[in-house]
């Protein structure tokens, strides 16, 4: 009874796959699997090139028994389990048919076809592009079946029903493209990546302060095509705009022409690495200044005519102490923690007084704080944090910080002690040496009158009377 219901059970299965055809598509060096789905418990496994019966690959059954075409053109190619045979590294001479002979013990055998189809996918142009280049895309058979083809670009977009793609590059046409080739309903998805050069997508918001270095990023994407673009680049600006005002002013420019990089604006310290190597055209200064905070600007010109642009807003976050970092206690200070301009709306204040500040504890959240007496305890750093608020279920992520060193003294210090002492020491040494000096003229002056005062019958001067 149990044989005679796998008998009726692969003629189910004989029914549905005889004569069955399916057709798979790829590209040279894919691999691909030759899926039969379904086998009855008792099964014979055979696989053939181009006809049944033809050049057999491999053999499988339900006892254990395996066996793959141990030539030099399959070997390490091939593998296979009972529902699927597996080719690794498709070669053009794969492009071929496929046979697949199942049978029971019966002896009723049925068999499936799997043709493969050659798909190639390429572009005309050599890689990278820059932006305003000519790109064209080319998805085609090596068949007379028609399925239908388009593309999909980089952003998921797809394109109108059509093998061929012609168009001028932009940056958003970096990245993969996917043809699709549709047929009976299934989609086959080859990709074909695409480097256009453009800046990559960093944040155009830097924070920074006082206390960090400033970079200003620049960069190109994909940098690794540096030298083949650089033929392509007629020049390089970098512009500045400070936050205060709306006068543009051109910091560095070089032409690739003569390749000399002019400084134009010295005193504000920035410098630009070579960019030839890695596509960087990045600003640096060892260390940020409040009148650093503005808008910079890199552009590259292309021999086409096309302007590649970036734009990065840089705010510097520095502390203002009120009236200045060293006080006696008792005395009355503000600190202004600020980038010179109200703040973005999810972008947060967050201070972070010294562990032995009574002020450790609480939360300070305003940019202006005011401390009516300080005391020695709120001796030490003073960290300004800006962050972005987080949403639900994310933690608050830091832009920037600015530290500043408070030094808060007592009333009385022991140099203040030691001074007030020192003073009144030497205040009495002065008096000890004007008594000692007036002494002194006291002496002198009786010691002449004496001197003149000697002669015992002096004779008065002039004429008297006998």
């Known amino acids: 009874m149990k044989d005679l219901l796998q008998f009726f059970t692969f003629l189910i299965i004989a029914y549905k796959t005889m004569g069955a055809v399916e057709v798979i598509y790829a590209r040279v060096g894919d691999n691909i699997d030759l899926n039969l789905k379904q086998l009855p418990q008792t099964f014979y496994v055979r696989w053939f090139l181009d006809k049944d019966n033809g050049h057999e690959l491999a053999s499988i059954n339900h006892v254990g028994g395996k066996s793959i075409d141990p030539g030099d053109i399959w070997s390490g190619r091939l593998s296979i389990t009972p529902n699927i045979l597996t080719i690794k590294n498709i070669r053009d001479e794969d492009f071929r048919t496929f046979v697949c002979r199942m049978s029971d013990n019966s002896n009723t055998h049925n068999s499936k076809k799997f043709i493969l189809i050659k798909v190639n996918v390429s572009m005309n142009e050599a890689q990278p592009l820059v932006p305003g280049d000519d790109l064209s895309l080319n998805c085609n058979l090596t068949t007379e079946w028609k399925p239908a083809i388009y593309w999909k670009n980089p952003t998921g977009r797809n394109l109108s029903i059509s093998s061929l793609v012609r168009k001028k590059a932009e940056s958003q046409d970096n990245g993969e493209w996917t043809c699709v080739v549709t047929n009976n309903g299934k989609q086959n998805m080859f ?97 940020s200044r409040e009148e650093d905070r503005g808008t910079y600007n890199c552009s590259i010109t292309f021999n086409n005519g096309f302007i590649l642009s970036r734009t990065v807003h840089v705010e510097v976050l520095q502390i203002i102490p009120s009236p200045a970092t060293e006080l006696i206690s008792g005395y009355h200070l503000n600190l202004s923690c600020s980038t010179g301009g109200p703040l973005d709306t999810n972008v947060k204040v967050k201070w972070f007084p010294p562990k032995t500040s009574s002020l450790a504890n609480t939360k300070l959240t305003s940019g202006h704080l005011i401390i009516q007496k300080v005391s020695t305890e709120d001796s030490g750093r003073w960290r300004c944090e800006l962050g972005l608020e987080p949403g639900p279920g994310q933690n608050r992520s830091t832009l920037t910080s600015a530290v500043i060193a408070l030094k808060i003294e007592p009333v009385l210090t022991v140099w203040m002690l030691v001074t007030i002492c020192g003073a009144a020491v030497i205040l009495i040494l002065l008096l000890i040496l004007a008594f000692i000096l007036f002494r002194r003229r006291q002496r002198k002056m009786r010691q002449l009158r004496h001197r003149l005062c000697q002669c015992k019958n002096p004779k008065p001067k002039g004429f008297y009377k006998a």
Request: with cysteine; hydrophobic share 35%.
């Open 191 to 287: 990709r074909f990546s695409v480097s256009v050069v453009d800046f990559s997508s960093t944040s155009k918001s830097l924070y920074t302060s006082t206390n960090l270095p400033l970079t200003v990023p620049f960069v190109i994407s994909p940098n690794d095509f540096m030298k083949q673009i650089l033929s392509k680049i007629e020049n390089v600006e970098w512009v500045f705009i400070p936050k205060t005002s709306f006068i543009q002013k051109t910091i560095f420019s070089i032409s690739l022409r003569n390749g000399q990089l002019k400084n134009l604006d010295p005193h504000r310290g920035l410098r630009c690495e070579n960019f030839t190597t890695h596509g960087n055209f990045s600003l640096h200064k060892k260390l």
